[in-house]
T-cell receptor, first 112, second 112 residues
């Protein structure tokens, strides 16, 4: 049973650049949520995708956008990167309407 | 963004000891979850609680959903070295696949 996978594992970018992170949900899941985890903090909800649409959004600026594909995989895009965007980006998948979310290993983004 | 209050922030215990940690919120949640995160990895689900007052066990772990729906507790009995990690509580406000609001985390270190 394939779990949640994310790519890449690590990424280094400079301020002002754009980045795309990818997530494949656990087999059988149809909902993908994205979280940002700064060092020493708990994860913060960015947004959630279901049926290829953004269903919920946390308190993040429009520089953060996403997409869900027909195979349920998802992308997180961040434009005009800031130093403060350096974090571990986590993807979690679930099966609508059940609640339990399962997390991937994350992508660690460093913005210089 | 909002984070739930989790205590203690960190704890050092000896192998074989029991551990207790708790999580409180100013908001009501319909679901409480407990995750464990090892360095460089995503959170792994330990226990899910769906009803106020519910007490659920998973091996040496026992968690309770507070009656007020604003708090939850996690106990680990007879700790072992592999219990080392960061434990996060998380709450969900609705019954559908929705965002998780995480606690600030409890770092557990176990000495032999």
């Amino acid at each position: 049973d394939a779990g949640v996978t994310q790519s890449p594992t690590h990424l280094i970018k400079t301020r002002g650049q754009q980045v795309t992170l990818r997530c494949s949900p656990k087999s059988g899941h149809d909902t993908v949520s994205w979280y940002q985890q700064a060092l020493g903090q708990g994860p913060q909800f960015i947004f959630q995708y279901y049926e290829e649409e953004e269903r919920q959004r946390g308190n993040f600026p429009d520089r953060f956008s996403g997409h869900q594909f027909p195979n349920y995989s998802s992308e997180l895009n961040v434009n005009a990167l800031l130093l403060g965007d350096s974090a571990l980006y986590l993807c979690a998948s679930s099966l609508y309407p059940q609640e339990t979310q399962y997390f991937g290993p994350g992508t660690r983004l460093l913005v210089l | 963004g909002q984070q739930l209050n989790q205590s203690p922030q960190s704890m050092f215990i000896q192998e074989g000891e029991d551990v207790s940690m708790n999580c409180t919120s100013s908001s009501i949640f319909n679901t409480w979850l407990w995750y464990k995160q090892d360095p460089g990895e995503g959170p792994v689900l330990l226990i899910a609680l769906y009803k106020a007052g519910e007490l659920t066990s998973n091996g040496r772990l026992t968690a309770q959903f507070g009656i007020t729906r604003k708090d939850s507790f996690l106990n680990i009995s007879a700790s072992i070295p592999s219990d080392v990690g960061i434990y996060f509580c998380a709450g969900q406000a609705t019954g559908t696949a929705s965002k998780l609001t995480f606690g600030t985390g409890t770092r557990l270190q176990v000495t032999l």
